[in-house]
């Protein structure tokens, strides 16, 4: 109706509000074009395929589909490796973490500082670490974290 395409052209509403159009199949675009004064100079207009666009959209959003499944299916492997270690070597959750620090190079007390736990604390996990892995060093320690990926 003539009221519907008048409140379309003002912007009071838009097509996807009436229940009788279908999607448009081309959309024209108007650019601005200003001299240096910043005064109207012309228009360039364009006519868009929207369907061209609706199927890129739609495309995007698969490939995004695709990595966030991909995304769940790495979080479930790492989740699957932390709990295999747990029952592995019953390593506590936060010995895991002071582990993974351990891997990266950090020192005791910068490990404290991360985790806002003691230095005191941070020395009787990494002894813990030690025991339970079987190792004498915290090189050694880094060494086997990354062979059990854990970083």
């Known amino acids: 109706s003539m009221a519907f395409a008048g409140a379309l052209s003002k912007g009071n509403i ?3 509000d009436c229940p009788h159009l279908e999607k448009p199949i081309y959309e024209n675009i108007v650019f601005p074009v200003y001299d240096e004064d910043g005064n109207l100079k012309t228009t360039l207009e364009f006519n868009i395929d929207t369907n061209k666009r609706e199927n890129k959209v739609k495309e995007q959003e698969k490939k995004i589909e695709a990595l966030e499944s991909k995304l769940d299916e790495i979080d479930t492997e790492k989740n699957d490796v932390k709990n295999n270690i747990k029952t592995e070597t019953d390593l506590t959750k936060r ?3 002071v582990l993974q620090l351990i891997a990266e190079g950090a020192t005791n007390t910068e490990i404290s500082d991360k985790l806002f736990i003691s230095p005191h604390t941070v020395k009787s996990h990494v002894i813990h670490i030690f025991n339970k892995l ?3 060093d915290r090189t050694q320690a880094a060494v086997w ?3 059990n990926n854990i970083l």
Do not use: L, T
């Open 14 to 16: 838009f097509y996807e």
């Open 95 to 97: 010995e895991i973490e």
């Open 134 to 136: 079987g190792v004498n």
């Open 145 to 147: 974290a990354i062979r």
